[in-house]
């Protein structure tokens, strides 16, 4: 199973970053992950704005030839994990403008009248996220709207229908838990088998 890693976090001294290096120690350890690729959108200084006028147009995006790479790793991947923070009930602006691109109409979905087709069947996705807030913030307030925008605006949408959540709360506190979060992602992903 090929796996890409997308993080999305401006600072490798923090705890999402400690949930990267675990998610990958996991990933490295798991008989049924044959390959591993990391993208670190900061590190890679991608640029989340779109940008349209007469010679880039939002239709051409599919074939874009400066997202080529980012195409390549995503139909490579058989199983697409991203690590984020939860800021304003959403996942980053970055990672925001990375999905805008990449998830783009005749590369992730193709219309086809009421119903678009998704093209990126098969896979499977893991986001691990984190915030400030306890977790029932989320679920409560917010009527699980991060999971509702990744799950079923984007993933389903495009064909991913094995989309599976890890949305730590109170992440900021010293009653966090944070040791436990962090063991409980590296242990699930030392076993995932699809």
């Known amino acids: 199973m090929n796996t890409l890693i997308i993080y999305t976090y401006p600072n490798h ?6 949930f990267l290096q675990k998610v990958i120690k996991g990933c490295q350890e798991n008989p049924a992950i044959t390959e591993i690729q990391v993208l670190d959108l900061y590190e890679e200084q991608f ?3 779109l940008i349209f006028h007469e010679q880039k147009r939002r239709r051409d995006m599919y074939r874009d030839p400066q997202l080529e790479k980012y195409r390549a790793q995503l139909t490579w991947a058989d199983k697409i994990i991203f690590i984020y923070p939860i800021w304003w009930g959403r996942p980053p602006a970055m990672l925001l403008g990375y999905i805008d691109q990449l998830f783009a109409a005749n590369f992730a979905y193709r219309d086809k009248g009421l119903l678009p087709e998704g093209l990126l069947k098969g896979k499977s996705v893991v986001c691990v996220s984190t915030m400030k807030a306890p977790t ?16 079923r605006a984007l993933f389903n949408f495009v064909g991913i229908k094995r989309v599976k959540f890890f949305e730590f709360g109170n992440m900021e506190s010293k009653k966090g838990r944070q ?7 590296y242990r699930y992903f030392q076993k995932v088998d699809y």
């Not at 001294?13 to 400690?18: E, I, K």
């Not at 040791?179 to 992602?185: D, M, S, T």
């Open 179 to 185: 040791q436990k979060k962090l063991e409980k992602v």
């Open 47 to 49: 640029d989340p704005r």
């Open 13 to 18: 001294q923090s705890l999402n970053y400690a």
């Open 136 to 151: 029932s913030y989320s679920l409560l307030w917010l009527q699980n709207a991060h999971k509702i925008l990744m799950k």
